[in-house]
Structure formats: C-alpha cells, structure tokens
Nanobody, 119 residues
Framework: QVQLVESGGGLVQAGGSLRLSCAAS????????MGWYRQAPGKQRELVAA???????NYADSVKGRFTISRDNAKNTVYLQMNSLKPEDTAVYYC?????????????WGQGTAVTVSS
C-alpha cells in the first residue's frame, strides 16, 4: 500500500511562487514514478508533471519553463516548484505514484492541496 501526503498549497498573487511537497510511504516499487496532477473547478484532472526515480521528467506544455518537478529518493518525497504563477494555475493539486511514468495516474492519490492564484 502507498500513502501520499501533500503540503505547501496556499494563496499567492499572480507572478508569485509556491513549492508543493508530497511525502510517500509504503512500497518503493509503487513509487518509482511520482507525479503531480491538478483539477480546477469544473474541469478534469490533468497531469502537471511527473518524475521517475532516475530523474526523467515529463511536463504539461502549460507549465514548461515555469514549474520544476524534483524528488529526494532518500526521503521518498517529490516536490513541485511553481514560479510565475498565473490565475489559470488555480486548482487542487494532487500527488500520484506508480511503478513507472507510463503507469500514471495510478490508484494511489494524496488528499490534495489547494493552490489559489489571484490576479
């Protein structure tokens, strides 16, 4: 079983920055890949960024150049550094984990952390 606990959300003005964290516990195999998804009101949940244990990353086009995903394998924790935030980044951000990036999203979700970007 995998448990994911997110933190770091909040309210920020447009152009500002936030850093999200997701601490994973449980199966190491099931956390080989970790990702961040977001869901805005009235919209479907979408991939923001994902990272494999070896460091390979994927990003949504909408966040490339602004967001950076990273991980600390010793702590089994993934981070999302969000810079140059825009109002359209407002959403609940969820952490997800699976054996590989291609297997995301898996059934392993965190509880979500809300990010609100004011204009």
């Amino acid at each position: 079983q995998v448990q994911l606990v997110e933190s770091g959300g909040g309210l920020v003005q447009a152009g500002g920055s936030l850093r999200l964290s997701c601490a994973a516990s449980g199966s190491i195999f099931s956390t080989n890949a970790m990702g961040w998804y977001r869901q805005a009101p009235g919209k479907q949940r979408e991939l923001v960024a994902a990272i494999a244990r070896g460091g390979r990353t994927n990003y949504a086009d909408s966040v490339k150049g602004r967001f950076t995903i990273s991980r600390d394998n010793a702590k089994n924790t993934v981070y999302l550094q969000m810079n140059s935030l825009k109002p359209e980044d407002t959403a609940v951000y969820y952490c997800n984990a699976g054996p590989a990036i291609a297997t995301l999203p898996s059934r392993h979700w965190g509880q979500g952390t809300a990010v609100t970007v004011s204009s």
